[in-house]
């Protein structure tokens, strides 16, 4: 390289017309040397440039990554905190007074939702007896019922405040009551008439644990609206439009401290169950309690309530005085299967003098093809004559 710049540089001084204006070696060397580290400043900026832009591409990629990762965990988390469940039950009951039926008797679907550690939804909607008719009389063989949807709020440890709709906390079944739970095809009379069970309301209700195994409720909701001596259960207002001039108070107290063990007692008072429509307020009390004792393949389940009412209407049906109480001894040999035994007497008319309680026995078999599914038989001796066999399919999940 440096001979050729020396050779050129010899022509140019032998030219006479260029020796004036022709740089010496030492200053073209120079000019050399400049223009190399240009080129060599240029080429370290392309390379910068092409880096940037490298890391640039992977900065978007790694947006983009991230932008997919938190909707898919976003999807994931909610999906892990949602939960979905239910039960449901089909009847066959072959009376001896009346037709005998077939019925698609309850399907019921529960949604649960956790927004954090602290607060929790629960939802339970069902279908009773496979459908509904829209008649101009508004009556039809089913029903669509929210029973429950509620918030639950846990404030402190071991304590928590339910707020919406919810089930009543009185009694064995009405807040648990899938068909994998309880012996027999259909729900014990007493609960259902007396109770009465399934029976839910809307307000709020604080639940906890005041010491180990002994919680408590306390709960302020809707009420019933019972025609002046009217029957209890045909007060339920199940929430819908549901007029609340007069709300009820339930109270509970349950211990469950020893391992199969099971007591507990509700009090229940409403200061009008008429809601206004009687001239008169017709307050009324329940009282129930019940004991659930489990010991090996043994079981026995005890419960009893009573309604007392104030009001002239009440009083002249008789119904200001209603009571009930059964007990039930199982024996469950094997795992899949369990037999039982229960008798029963209620009466909802208990203040008339010449009123008898309906006596009832029920007897039968569980069959449980898995721990969430039976297959049901029993028989229902009833003082009124309707006996009736019964079989039922049911399960929950």
Sequence with gaps: MRVRILAASALVAASPAFAADTPSPEELWRIIQAQSREIEALKARLAASESQIQETRVIAASAVDAVEAQQTGAVAGWADRTTLGGYGEHHYNNFEAGDDQVDAHRFVLFLGHQFDDSVRFFSELEVEHGLTKDTADGSGPG????????????????????????????????????????????????????????????GVML?????????????????????????????????????????????????TGLPGLELAATAQYQSDLTQGRAGEDADGTLLEAHAILSR???????????????????????RDEQRGWFLEPSYKPLEQLGFFVRYGEYDNEAGLSSSQATQVWDYGLNWWLHPRVVVKADVSDVEDGNDSLNLGLGWSF
Aim: hydrophobic content about 40%; cysteine-free; charged content about 20%.
């Design 143 to 202: 029903e669509v019922e929210l029973e429950q949807a509620y918030i639950r709020w846990d404030f402190a440890e071991r304590h928590a405040l339910v707020m919406g709709q919810f089930l009543v906390p009185v009694g064995i079944l009405n807040e648990t009551h899938e068909p994998d739970t309880f012996y027999g095809t259909e729900r014990n009379r007493i609960e259902s008439n007396i109770i009465p069970t399934t029976w839910w309301e809307t």
């Design 296 to 318: 090996g393949p043994f079981a026995l389940r005890a419960l009893w309530a009573s309604w007392e009412i104030d009001g002239a209407g009440f009083a002249a049906t008789g």
């Design 207 to 255: 639940t906890g644990e005041l010491l180990p195994g002994l919680s408590y409720d306390a709960a302020l909701h809707s009420g019933l609206k019972t025609a002046e001596g009217g029957a209890v259960r045909g007060g339920r207002q199940k929430s819908a439009k549901a007029v609340a001039n007069d709300p009820a108070y339930t109270v509970r107290l349950k211990y």
